[in-house]
């Protein structure tokens, strides 16, 4: 498999679950990225992993919790979200932590819709 | 504070027109990325660019550091161009902050 892969490709869950969000990425790349692309908004980053260590942690939420065990793979873990929180969610990676040296590859989202 | 406008925000066309596609940024960045988005969600990263002009195939992204604008042209536009482009800027350093414009949504008719 190639590229960055995300499972699942949507999600349903209720204000009282948890679950998780899952990223791999087969580039051989150091830097994993968590973005939120709600509608009618611009796309926001929220977390930044460089060498499985957080670099970045953009304001947000902890009912989102993101987990780098090694440079191939990312979690977003979820609990006691919000009706506000149903977006579409994106993975990135990088080949090295430098958003002017070079693109971004992503994968295809998870549709999260929170009842 | 640091913005990224883009306009139109929808743009229909005709297949084989010229499209162009603009981004205004506020302050001084590092670098611009444009990258286009698929109904589904998938999202592919066109160019990056901090001067000059950049060509691939039928796009061809330019940026004009004095005037903090930069546009994406699509030449001889096909139905498979239609996606929303989204252009982010790179402010504050090469690991600064990357804001992200609203996207342009582009339909191409057949």
């Known amino acids: 498999e190639t590229g960055v892969t995300q499972t699942p490709r949507h999600l349903v869950m209720g204000m009282t679950n948890k679950k998780s969000l899952k990223c791999e990425q087969h580039?051989?790349?150091?830097?994993m990225y968590w973005y939120k692309q709600s509608a009618k908004k611009p796309l926001e980053l929220m977390f930044v992993?460089?060498?499985?260590?957080?670099?970045e942690n953009n304001s947000v939420p902890s009912r989102f919790s993101p987990e780098c065990p090694n440079s191939s793979h990312l979690f977003l873990h979820l609990h006691t979200l919000q009706p506000e929180d149903s977006a579409l969610y994106l993975c990135?990676?990088?080949?090295?932590?430098?958003?002017?040296?070079?693109?971004?590859?992503f994968g295809p989202g998870t549709r999260l819709t929170v009842t | 504070k640091n913005e990224v406008e883009q306009s139109p925000q929808n743009l229909t066309a005709q297949e084989g027109e010229f499209i162009t596609i603009n981004c205004s940024y506020s302050?001084?960045?590092?670098?611009l990325h444009w990258l286009q988005q698929h109904p589904g969600g998938g999202i592919v990263s066109l160019f990056m660019?901090?001067?000059g002009k950049k060509k691939h195939g039928r796009l061809i992204a330019t940026i004009n550091i004095q005037e903090k604008h930069s546009s994406l042209h699509i030449t001889a536009s096909h139905p498979r161009d239609s996606a929303v482009y989204i252009c982010?800027?790179?402010?504050?350093?090469?690991?600064?902050?990357?804001?992200f414009g609203k996207g342009t949504k582009l339909s191409v008719k057949p």
């Open positions: 580039l051989g790349h150091n830097a």
């Open positions: 982010a800027a790179v402010y504050g350093g090469s690991q600064g902050n990357l804001i």
């Open positions: 992993y460089s060498l499985e260590e957080r670099v």
């Open positions: 660019l901090s001067s």
């Open positions: 990135a990676s990088s080949q090295d932590l430098s958003w002017a040296g070079g693109e971004q590859y």
């Open positions: 302050v001084g960045i590092s670098a």
